[in-house]
C-alpha cells in the first residue's frame, strides 16, 4: 500500500509542476509583452492619424479567420436552391412551356397572294387583270382550346417537376453536409485521443523510469499513437472529398472550405408511418405525373379531332372589275383515316404508360417510405441503447482502468483493450447518430429518384 502511495505521489507531483511551470511561463510573457506594445507603438499610432485610420480599416474590414468561417444548414439550403444547375435548369424548362404554349395557341398567320391574268406570251396584245386575296386559316372549334390545355398542364407538371427537384436537392444537401459534420466530429474525436495518448505515454514513461513496467508499453503506445495518426489522415482526405461534393451541390458558390455546424443531436422521429404515407400523397412528384397524364388525355382528344375540317377563308379584289370583290373557302376531305387513326393509337399508348408510370411512383414511394421508417426505428432503439447505457459503461470502464493502471494493478494489454473498446464504442454511437439523422432527411424524397 505503501509503494503505490509514493507511486501515485510522485506522478501528482511531476504533472503538477508541469502545469504550474506552464501557467507561470504565459504570465510572464503576457507581463512583458503587453507594457511593451503599449510603450511602443500605441503612441505612434495615435500620433499618425493615417495609420490610426489604416488601423481602423484592418480591425473592422479584415476577412474572417478559419474557425469563423462556418457555414449552417439553412445557409446551405438557400445557396443550393439559388445556385444548383439541377434547380436552375428545371426552371429553364418551365420557361420552355410558356414558350410552347404560345406557339401552341397562336392563331396562323395569314396569306397574301398576287396573280396576273392575262400575260398574252406570243399573242397580240390583249387586256390583262392583276387579282389581289387574302387568305386565313381557321381551326375547328375546339381544337385550339385543347392545344392550350395541353400546354397548360405541360407547364404545371414542370412546376411540379421543379418543386421536386428542390426537395430532392434539398435532401442531398443534408445529406452531404451531414457526412461533411460526421468527418469533422469524427476528426475531432481522434484529435482528443492523441491527447489521451500523449498523457498516456507520460505516465508510462514515469513508470519506466521508476521500473515498474517495460520499454515495451512505451513502444505499444508509440504505435497506437502513430496508427492514430494515420486515421486522421484518412479522415482528413474523406472531409476534403464530402465537402467537394457538398459545395458542387451549392453550385461552386463557395471557392473554401468552411467549417459545418455540427451540433447534431439524437432527435426521436416523432411522425406515426401512417401520417408519413398521408403526407406523401401530396407529393410534387406525383402531382407532376398526374398533369403529364392530363396533358396526354388532352393531345389523345386532339388525335381524335385530327378528322375534323379546318377552313381557309380568302378575300379577293381584281384591278379591273373593282366592284366584283369575290371570296373563297376550302376545307379538307377527310376521305382517308390512317392517320388520325394512327396519331390517335399513339397518343392513347402514351396514355396509358403515364398513368402506369404515376401507379408504379406511388408503389415506389409507399415501399421506400416503409423502408426508411423502419430503419429509423431500428436506429433509434440503438442510439437509445447507447445513450443508456453503453456508452456511460465504456467511459466509466476506461476511467477505472486508468486508475488501476496508474496504481499498478492491472497491465499496459488492458488498458489498450479497454481503450480501443471505448474508442469503437464512441466512434460507433456517433456514426448510428448521423446515420439517424441521414434516414432522417431520405424519408422525405423515399422512394423518388435522386
Known sequence: MGKNYWRLLKINRFLIKTWLTRNQTLSNINSIRLPLLKRLFFPLILSTPTLFAILLIAVFFSPLSSAEKTLALEEAIELALKANPEIL????????WRGLTLQLTSWPLPELSFSREGLNLGQKKAESEINLSIQQLVEFPGKRTLRREVGSHGGEAA???LEAR?????TQVKKAYYLVALSQETLAYYRSLVDFLNQSLRTAQLRYEAGEVPYLDILRLELEKLRLQNEIIVTEKDLEERWAELALLLGGEIKERREVVSDVKFQPLTRSLEDLLREAEARASLAALSQEVERIKAEAELARRSLLPDFRLGLYYPSLRTSSWGFEIQTSLPLWRTQQKGATAEALA???AAEISLDFQRKKIIL????VFNRIQSLERRLHLFEQTLLEEARSMLNLTISLYAQGKVGFLDLLEVYRLNRETSLAFLNTLFEHHLALAEIEVAGETE
Open 350 to 352: 402514351r396514355q396509358r
Open 166 to 170: 428542390k426537395r430532392l436537392v434539398i
Open 159 to 161: 412546376s411540379w417537376r
Open 89 to 96: 435548369q428545371a426552371q429553364q424548362e418551365i420557361a420552355v
Open 368 to 371: 421506400g417510405i416503409t423502408a
